[in-house]
């Protein structure tokens, strides 16, 4: 795909990029194609292109991308005067109202500009320039993220439709040690093809976030609760806010979590109040749980041993047992971080795709039938 257009925008459809954790850049991609985007898959996420009110709602109901990015500048960046002229050539009125506090992150490769904080410093200026006579209309409330891309001497700028991290749903505010992320989870579930018409169970729950990240898509509802997002302020956007899907359809099939800690069940109930999902959670050891029902899907991210601390081949090893005593005809989907202890749990599992969580390189193992 040409990502090259001219330097002032917006364009007549704006290009956009899903950030995606690598390994994981398909499972975007195809939620992204379920709700009628179509994408192309690249390392570290998915180009696409949409219009500016699509790819807004798009980054406020999509539950697998880090970040969604709206494309709104690329040219030359041979000295920081020419990085300076293409950030002033961009028509930034339908983003930033005046006064808008925006952070810059800078990343290079192969220029010879190098220095971080003076990119980032050069172009707060030079946005400052290009927006000094913007009316202002209201005072700006959300923080705007520009992301400045330099590869070799060519630059790419990027607004952040989100703001801050896309996981960040606004509902977890309890949590456990190593909680997986929320999209990470979300993920999991769309890999196995979870739609939220069979019973779930989560034997190492933690914090409740893939239970919780069950129950909201089973719901049909957006995955955050209570956050802000960064293009509710761009004036081109005409003040679109984010949908509020309320309680969603009810949830027709069981959705359990379970955990040997009684403090990672307090804080799943805390989580699970306030993204206002009804969920069963239980206290108890993985060789306690049972099947609600004939037919469903275990998720799970049992733990790593190296960043607990712990030595866990008896934990995946009593894992695999429970499934196959009580779990007979279920899929099942959870990480490890290497293929030793993945077979521990059962002779016919399969690495999916492997990423990285937390800082350590884990798989995505799946179990077609138990």
């Known amino acids: 795909m040409d990502l090259r257009f001219p330097p002032r925008y917006p364009a007549e459809m704006p290009s956009w990029f899903a950030v995606a954790t690598p390994g994981l850049e398909p499972v975007v991609c195809r939620e992204l194609d379920a ?6 898959i690249v390392v570290g996420g998915v180009l696409f292109d949409a219009s500016l009110a699509e790819g807004a709602r798009l980054s406020a109901r999509a539950r697998t991308p880090s970040r969604v990015l709206l494309r709104v500048g690329q040219g030359s ?3 920081l005067r020419a990085l300076a002229d293409l950030v002033r050539s961009v028509d930034w009125s339908g983003y930033l109202m005046a006064g808008a506090e925006i952070d810059v992150t800078v990343s290079t490769r192969g220029s010879r500009l190098s220095r971080r904080d003076v990119i980032a410093a050069k172009a707060r200026n030079a946005i400052r320039d290009a927006t000094r006579g913007y009316k202002r209309q209201k005072p700006a409330r959300i923080r ?6 330099i590869d070799s001497d060519k630059a790419t700028l990027s607004l952040d439709a989100g703001g801050e991290l896309l996981h960040r749903r606004g509902w977890r505010q309890s949590s456990v040690k190593a909680p997986l992320r929320e999209n990470l989870a979300a993920a999991m579930l769309m890999a196995a093809g979870w739609e939220g018409d069979e019973a779930l169970v989560d034997p190492f729950c933690g914090s409740g976030t893939l239970p919780i990240e069950a129950a909201l898509l089973a ?8 956050r802000s997002f960064a293009w509710e302020e761009w004036p081109g956007l005409g003040g ?3 949908e509020r899907a309320g309680h969603g359809r009810p949830i027709a099939v069981p959705i359990i979590g379970s955990d040997k800690e009684p403090r990672a069940i ?3 109930k805390e989580n699970a109040d306030r993204a206002r999902v009804a969920v069963k959670w239980s206290v108890g050891n993985v060789s306690a749980v049972e099947a609600p029902a004939h037919l469903g899907l275990v998720a799970t991210n049992p733990p790593y041993g190296a960043r607990l601390g712990q030595r866990v081949r008896g934990v995946y090893h009593h894992f695999g047992r429970t499934l196959t005593e009580r779990f007979e ?4 989907i959870f990480l490890a971080p290497n293929d030793r202890l993945a077979c521990a749990v059962h002779p016919d599992v399969f690495r ?8 350590l390189r884990v798989g995505v193992f799946v179990i077609e039938q138990v």
């Open 240 to 242: 679109l806010r984010p």
């Open 219 to 226: 719901a049909g509802r957006a995955p955050w609760s209570s």
């Open 144 to 149: 705007q993220r520009l992301q400045i891309r």
């Open 35 to 40: 709700m009628g985007i179509s994408g192309e």
């Open 266 to 268: 307090q804080c799943s």
């Open 329 to 332: 005809g279920w899929r099942a």
């Open 77 to 79: 960046a041979k000295s």
């Open 352 to 359: 999916l795709t492997t990423f990285s969580n937390g800082g």
